[in-house]
Nanobody, 115 residues
Framework: VQLVESGGGLVQPGGSLRLSCVAS????????MSWYRQAPGKERELVAV????????TYLDSVKGRFTISRDNTKNTVYLQMNSLKPEDTAVYYC?????????WGRGTQVTVSS
């Protein structure tokens, strides 16, 4: 299993970024996918989840209305569209795929929101 994130960077408050995660090594369309983040000195937190078929999504309260998770099962890719970014969104963002026996994590992509 391999999960490779991209799309992070430095953005001003109020700006937007779109993160992508390309998955390989498993049947992507069979599994729910998640985005987590971890800010310096803070615990890792679940940001968003999307079901295997894309029909249902769940969000961290603090990102509701600003972030959108989506997926393209033909491209084995999950996305996180982040709008109206705030300095408190600064973190490393991870793509995650869970199994009953464990969890697969990408290496993460840094998002920094600063003026």
């Amino acid at each position: 299993v391999q999960l490779v994130e991209s799309g992070g960077g430095l953005v001003q408050p109020g700006g937007s970024l779109r993160l992508s995660c390309v998955a390989s090594g498993f049947t992507f369309s069979s599994y729910d996918m998640s985005w987590y983040r971890q800010a310096p000195g803070k615990e890792r937190e679940l940001v968003a989840v999307i079901t295997s078929g894309g029909g249902s999504t769940t969000y961290l309260d603090s990102v509701k209305g600003r972030f959108t998770i989506s997926r393209d099962n033909t491209k084995n890719t999950v996305y996180l569209q982040m709008n109206s970014l705030k300095p408190e969104d600064t973190a490393v963002y991870y793509c995650v795929s869970a199994r009953t026996w464990g969890t697969y994590w990408g290496r993460g992509t840094q998002v920094t929101v600063s003026s």
